[in-house]
């Protein structure tokens, strides 16, 4: 589909082919730098939606991971014999950007009551789904099929299966559950939270044609020995809780959200909530401190990045050590390590100026 604006790329939607479980597997996703205004029915629902095919005979040589042609797609849809399954795709994550809570203002009140209220992990996606008979694609017994919101298959998925493995060995979906969305914690992905943990999060789940509310999923969670994230009260919203007929809203979060003072520990840090309402829309709203470590993390450090650790409230009082923890994982690359270096370098460099 081609973009309705002249910008560095010509398409919206992205779909990439591999070799993976014995399968051919197509995932659809949107291109990351798709804009605002593309957003609509369809590039939403390409959030790896994954097409599932029977892998001809003269490809079953290839090394899972393999390339494929989309052409094979192409045939497999077209030809009424040849058996095909699609994949519920992942809910999208909209950031609470001002444009995003500006559009808002097209849903009804009734729309956007908060149903839940969950950490933010900040880790990477993950779509379970059942395992296939790789001749007939009906479902057989064994660990779910794993696929990312891009790639049906890769080295980083073969590695998050294992992990599932060993943490879940004898995990399997619940009857009638044909998508489960994860959150992947694990040091490899680390971006500014340096978990004490590594496992599953679950997230989402698609059961009998629907996406399961928050209850529910709380309770499947215990049935598959699978944690979620933390949910937060919406009394901890608002200081002196709610009056009658008050009710917790979007801004409740981000003004907590803008509020947060980050402790000591590094492990602690709050990247921020994901807001869940009635309509089923999700948005990310994160912690302004975890914003200020992002930067940093992304290499954005100057004068202005750097004043927030000498004057703001939030952060101004951890010592530094915490926030290089934050930037340099176990799994840093060298580079990650050389922001934090010239982060401290700039703020030594500062600090005596400002306390003067």
């Known amino acids: 589909r081609k973009c309705g604006e002249p910008c560095k790329h010509d398409r919206s939607i992205v779909c990439k082919g591999r070799k993976g479980f014995g399968l051919a597997i197509f995932v659809f996703t949107y291109d990351q730098r798709i804009p605002t205004s593309l957003w609509n029915s369809y590039t939403v629902l390409c959030r790896g939606l994954t097409v599932l095919l029977r892998l001809p005979e003269h490809l079953k040589s290839l090394e ?60 990477s996606l993950g779509l379970l789904h059942p395992a296939r008979d790789p001749e007939t694609l009906e479902i057989v017994d064994g660990l779910p099929l ?106 409740d979060v981000m003004a907590k959200a803008e509020a947060y003072v980050m402790s000591d520990d590094p492990h602690a840090l709050e990247e921020g909530w994901v807001v869940v309402m009635k309509n089923g829309l999700r948005l990310k709203v994160h912690t302004e401190v975890w914003n200020m470590i992002h930067a940093w993390w992304s290499n954005r450090i100057s004068v202005k990045t750097v004043l927030p650790l000498l004057e703001d409230a939030r952060i101004n009082q951890v010592p530094f050590e915490s926030i290089r923890e934050c930037l340099c994982g176990p799994c840093a690359t060298e580079k990650r390590h050389q922001n934090a270096d010239a982060l401290q370098a700039l703020l030594d460099q500062l600090r005596p100026i400002y306390e003067d």
């Open 146 to 251: 794993l696929s990312s919101k891009s790639v049906g298959f890769s080295e980083d998925i073969s590695q998050v299966r294992t992990l599932l493995e060993e943490k879940h060995p004898n995990f399997r979906l619940p009857e009638g559950v044909r998508s489960l969305i994860v959150e992947v914690v694990r040091p490899e992905v680390q971006v500014c939270v340096p978990y004490s943990y590594q496992g599953f999060r679950l997230l989402a789940a698609m059961k009998d044609g629907a996406w399961m509310t928050e209850d529910a999923l709380d309770g499947m969670s215990k049935e598959l020995g699978m944690e979620r994230p933390k949910r937060l009260s919406f009394e901890a919203l608002r200081p002196g809780g709610y009056g009658a007929g008050e009710a917790p809203t979007l801004s």
């Open 64 to 123: 899972d991971g393999a390339s494929l042609d989309l052409g094979l797609l192409s045939a497999a849809a077209q030809d009424p014999t040849e058996p095909l399954e699609v994949v519920e795709c992942m809910p999208k994550f909209f950031e609470s950007d001002p444009a995003t809570v500006q559009g808002l203002k097209c849903f009804s009140a009734d729309d956007l009551q908060l149903e839940a209220v969950l950490e933010k992990v900040d880790g």
